[in-house]
T-cell receptor, first 113, second 113 residues
Framework: KQEVTQIPAALSVPEGENLVLNCSFT??????LQWFRQDPGKGLTSLLL?????REQTSGRLNASLDKSSGRSTLYIAASQPGDSATYLC????????????FGDGTTLTVKP | DGGITQSPKYLFRKEGQNVTLSCEQN?????MYWYRQDPGQGLRLIYY???????QKGDIAEGYSVSREKKESFPLTVTSAQKNPTAFYLC????????????FGQGTRLTVV
């Protein structure tokens, strides 16, 4: 059974810092990995989708990497802003059942002005 | 605008009642999903459907039921058999198949009173 772990559970940084969020998974036979943002009481907004054949994806100040062999993905946020404060979740879709994704518990980020 | 609409945003249920949460999408996606989210935790899959008139149980299907009579709609019924239904419920959809991005609704918060 795929397990997805996100460390740390919470992170507080001053505005302007670069930061890295971590996601690890136990089964490397994945189709893709997706990073989401969730604001309090809201649904999930997709940030980046990395296919199993890719090593990284970039969107603006966000960069996500994927290392299947070690079962890890990182989300790098450059020049953090207070508006980046949210919970960030990663989700992994396995090759064995492409219709289902397994989610981590998320990292709650607070960027202080 | 294309997207996923969940209603209602807030729902209160008395003990012993069944309630139905609505999820509608106009993205022409074949696959739809229902997740449950408890405070500080990631998403757990309740049910998913990859085609009309077909659906499969997820990891926590007990006490829930679904139907998929139309491509656009995937309602979730929380039955009286669900002993701890208070949670945030999220609906998602995607194109069927691997490597595809999932899109989420804004969620329904269900509270038992």
């Amino acid at each position: 059974k795929q397990e997805v772990t996100q460390i740390p559970a919470a992170l507080s940084v001053p505005e302007g810092e670069n930061l890295v969020l971590n996601c690890s998974f136990t089964d490397s036979a994945i189709y893709n990995l997706q990073w989401f943002r969730q604001d309090p009481g809201k649904g999930l907004t997709s940030l980046l989708l990395i296919q199993s054949s890719q090593r990284e994806q970039t969107s603006g100040r966000l960069n996500a990497s994927l290392d299947k062999s070690s079962g890890r993905s990182t989300l790098y946020i450059a020049a953090s802003q207070p508006g980046d404060s949210a919970t960030y979740l990663c989700a992994v879709r396995l090759r064995t059942n492409a219709g289902k994704s397994t989610f981590g518990d998320g990292t709650t980020l607070t960027v202080k002005p | 605008d294309g997207g996923i609409t969940q209603s209602p945003k807030y729902l209160f249920r008395k003990e012993g009642q069944n309630v139905t949460l609505s999820c509608e999408q106009n993205l022409n996606h074949d696959a739809m999903y229902w997740y449950r989210q408890d405070p500080g935790q990631g998403l757990r899959l309740i049910y998913y459907s990859q085609i009309v008139n077909d659906f499969q149980k997820g990891d926590i299907a007990e006490g829930y039921s679904v139907s998929r009579e139309k491509k656009e709609s995937f309602p979730l019924t929380v039955t009286s058999a669900q002993k701890n239904p208070t949670a945030f419920y999220l609906c998602a959809s995607s194109i069927t198949g691997p490597g595809t991005e999932a899109f989420f609704g804004q969620g329904t918060r269900l509270t038992v009173v």
